[in-house]
């Protein structure tokens, strides 16, 4: 005899735990904690401290403006310091975070990050903020513009590299499968120009699984990603075996968004049927899930990330 189905909202409440776009930072979960309650200070610490670390920087900025109360707490934080450079940041991308739930208009968001950015000409963020609303409502040209920007200031930015990986996989989404479609060449490029020890090694990974959501989507490839040929390809398993190589010789495990690249490796060594890999990433990943690739092309994440798991660690 079956269980009887859990109640109504558990669900959700259980999926709503998997995923925090925090991931392990511990520090950034307790000011999130504390904004909501009005405490703005403690982000005015959080950003102090994150420094000229652009890659943390950029992960904290993100994840606090995401939240609904952000935006007007960051303006009682501009009332009591007008001059303050992190608070035209904060308020730059939670405008953006606010005009993508249709609760903003375009032009104040892409105001907002340009006057940010005049404050602060050598930090990334608010152009970072910028590329965020680009890649969603923005032309080809203002996205390629707003990502040279962030670039021009931190090479390697890691948030910059995924957001244009996945416009990129958007062209020609109707042509069908292309082992030559720009954004592989864009991915090797940029994981070539990278330092050894950058997690955009795991770009191209990025890449294939970018393209498979947009071939499934559009019919070119079946929508369960383990029962298609998108991973096994020649193609697939250079891509895959060289990261998956490279994360095991990675000892920096200090980065913030290098979870978000074991999610994306984790899920290609499962579609690729390589278990035992694909479980030594799970162990590495412990119950940081990000929705992103699991939901690819249009599945329930928390259901297809821990179905993967106990599949990969044997307790299905």
């Known amino acids: 005899m079956s269980p009887p189905p859990p109640p109504l909202g558990r669900g959700r409440r259980r999926a709503a735990q998997a995923f925090d ?35 943390r920087r950029g992960h904290r900025v993100t994840v606090l403006a995401k939240e609904p109360y952000c935006a007007a707490w960051a303006r009682e934080w501009l009332l009591a310091e007008p001059d303050s450079a992190d608070a035209s940041v904060l308020l730059a991308h939670a405008l953006v975070h606010r005009v993508l739930r249709g609760k903003e208009k375009p032009g104040r968001a892409r105001e907002a990050c340009r006057d940010a950015a005049a404050l602060l000409p050598d930090d990334p963020t608010p152009w970072l903020g910028l590329l ?19 670039r021009g200031r931190y090479t390697d930015h890691h948030h910059a590299h995924h957001l244009m990986v996945a416009r ?125 690739p699991w939901s690819y092309p249009d599945r329930d994440p928390y259901s297809a990330f821990r179905a993967a798991r106990a599949s990969a660690l044997g307790t299905a």
């Not at 991931?23 to 982000?43: C, M, T």
């Not at 890649?135 to 962030?150: I, K, M, P, W, Y």
């Open 132 to 150: 965020v609303l680009e890649r969603s409502l923005g032309a080809d040209d203002e996205v390629v513009r707003a990502f040279e920007q962030v």
């Open 168 to 292: 990129l996989a958007e062209r020609g989404g109707d042509r069908g499968a292309d082992p030559l479609h720009e954004v592989y060449d864009f991915a090797t490029w940029a994981a070539e120009q990278a330092p050894a020890d950058s997690p955009l090694a795991v770009l191209p990974v990025v890449a294939h699984a970018e393209r498979y959501r947009v071939l499934a989507a559009a019919g070119h490839e079946s929508a369960d990603p383990n029962a298609c040929g998108h991973w096994i390809g020649r193609r697939a398993r250079l891509v895959m075996k060289a990261a998956f190589d490279w994360w095991l010789e990675w000892e920096q495990d200090g980065h913030p968004r290098r979870l978000v690249d074991l999610n994306f490796l984790a899920h290609a060594k499962t579609c690729e049927g390589r278990g035992a890999e694909a479980a030594a990433l799970f162990h590495r990943i412990g119950e940081h899930a990000t929705p992103a």
């Open 21 to 55: 776009d925090a991931l392990d930072d511990a520090e950034l979960v307790a000011v999130r904690a504390a904004l909501a309650q009005g405490r703005w200070q403690s982000a005015r610490s959080l950003l102090v401290h994150s420094g000229d670390d652009w890659d």
